[in-house]
Every structure is written in C-alpha cells, then in structure tokens.
C-alpha cells in the first residue's frame, strides 16, 4: 500500500502549472487481502475496453471480468469477480476511468476573479455482494498558486439498486475567463471477502448533471457560459457526451483515487 501511495503522489507534481489537455484514461487492477500484490491488469488512453482473465491462487481458479466506456460528461464501467471457493487471496478487483476536459467559465462584470463550482455527478447502477461506486472530481487553475490537483472522495457500497448524485461543493478555486483543467473520475470495486460472486454493473450510468459556478464571494453566478477544448457543449445541467482520448493526468488521477479507496476498505482515513 505505501508503494502505490508514493507512486500516485509523486505523479500529482508532474501536472503543477500546466493544463494537460482534454481526455480519456481507463485502468483495472486486482490486489489481494494484505495489499501484499498488485496488479495493474489494463492501462489504456481508448474511450471503451474489455478485459476478461482467470487467475490462479492457491489452487484456485478465479474468473475476473470487467468492461469500460467513458465520455466528456460520461463515465461506465462493470466489474466482476467469480471466487467459487471462497479464497479472498485475491480479495479486490475493480478498475475505472477518468474524463478530463479543459474548460473556460465566463459571465458578465467577472473576468480575471475567482470563482468556485459545485459539480453533481448522478450514479445508477446494481450491485451483487460486496461491491462499490466511487466518484472523485479533479480541477487545477492556470492562474496565480491555483495550479495544484484538488479531489474529492465520494463513496457508495451496495448490495441490489443504486441511485445516487453525488454532489461535490469544495472551494477549488478556477479563474472566470482563464482556462482551466475538470474532470472526473469513477470507479468500480468488488470485494471478495466471503462472497462467491460479485458484480458491480454501472456501465453507462456515471453522468455529470450538474455545474453551478459561484463568485469569490460563494454568490451563485446566473448567465454563465462555458467553452471547452474538446468543443463539448457544457452548461449548468451538465453536457451531452463526446468521444476523445487521454494521458499521464488520467494515471494520476485513477492511481490516487483508487488508493484512497484502498485506505477506505482498511479502516483508514484519508
């Protein structure tokens, strides 16, 4: 657990004072009940994936499949774990993906002053045993000292239906006029434990609902327009998803959520 720690961490820095450019990422990983190993199964900058394998422990076979899609806007993914002899060596398997986007907020009388943004995220899916949904978001401004990676951690585990919106209102500050980097990130977990089966089904069903821009003195702001480089239309109900591709923004960011949530499923708080 330290090691990813560090490696997700010492990532974040790479991104200080720049704006990585819009995107896709998708990862998948399997680790076992010490956090002893793990594995990155699957890295890719595509927008959809597939993966399927069965590994070995203990003299034991456990299928594992998993599938992806992830759009501006729009995050998916299922992940499935088989363990028919109750082995919890491989005690968690998940993955998820992260879109990013450069935006540009205006509105009247507020170019070149800060300005906050209450993001909503709305999750669908179903769960069969042990299994979650998590949701961070991420933005880093191109002005002044506002150029560092801020995320927040949202998580629901559920056992049958889930429907949910997550709403994140922490104070990261853009700059109205003034490009800057948004995006979110969401993944799937199963945790084997004593379950025989688990499924986390929320494939297409991560969507962005939600972005209320406020002023530098937490007024909400109306007639606010929104640009972005990908040339997704946004606005404060949330965007009508299109393709595109990522990077490095997207290790980072999959890396740090999913060890937070590695924390979580430990007893240790962030």
């Known amino acids: 657990m330290t090691k990813l720690a560090i490696c997700a961490f010492a990532a974040l820095p790479l991104f200080a004072g720049s704006i990585p450019g819009p995107g896709f990422f998708e990862a998948l990983s399997i680790w076992d009940t010490n956090n002893t190993h793990f594995q990155f199964l699957v890295q890719t900058n595509q927008s959809s994936f597939g993966y399927s394998n069965t590994f070995t422990a203990n003299n034991h076979q456990i299928p594992v499949s998993a599938n992806g899609v992830v759009s501006y806007g729009s995050n998916g993914f299922f992940a499935q ?5 109750v082995d919890t060596f491989y005690s968690q ?9 450069d935006l540009i907020i205006n509105a009247p009388g507020l170019t070149g002053t800060a300005g906050t943004l209450m993001v909503s995220v709305a999750v669908k899916g179903t769960g069969v045993g ?7 978001t991420f933005w880093q401004d191109s002005v002044g000292s506002d ?11 559920s056992s049958g239906t ?19 980097s948004f995006g979110v990130t969401m993944n799937v977990l199963d945790a084997i434990g004593l379950e025989s089966l688990t499924t986390g089904d929320f494939l297409h069903t991560g969507l962005l609902t939600g972005l209320q821009p406020f002023d530098s003195s937490s007024n909400a702001v109306s007639g606010a327009t929104f640009s972005s480089a990908s040339g997704t239309s946004y606005s404060t109900a ?3 998803p299109e393709p595109g591709s990522m990077g490095m923004l997207g290790v980072a960011v999959l890396m740090l959520s999913l060890w937070r949530v ?3 499923r430990s007893g240790v708080s962030c």
């Open 130 to 136: 042990t299994e979650s949904a998590n949701v961070n």
């Open 93 to 101: 398997f998940g993955g998820g993906n992260t879109w990013g986007d």
């Open 238 to 240: 949330g965007v009508v």
């Open 81 to 85: 774990v088989m363990n028919p002899s």
């Open 262 to 264: 590695r924390r979580h």
């Open 147 to 157: 150029t560092q990676l801020h995320t927040s951690n949202s998580q629901v585990t």
């Open 162 to 180: 889930v429907n949910t919106t997550f709403t994140f209102t922490i104070g990261a500050k853009f700059h109205y006029g003034s490009p800057f």
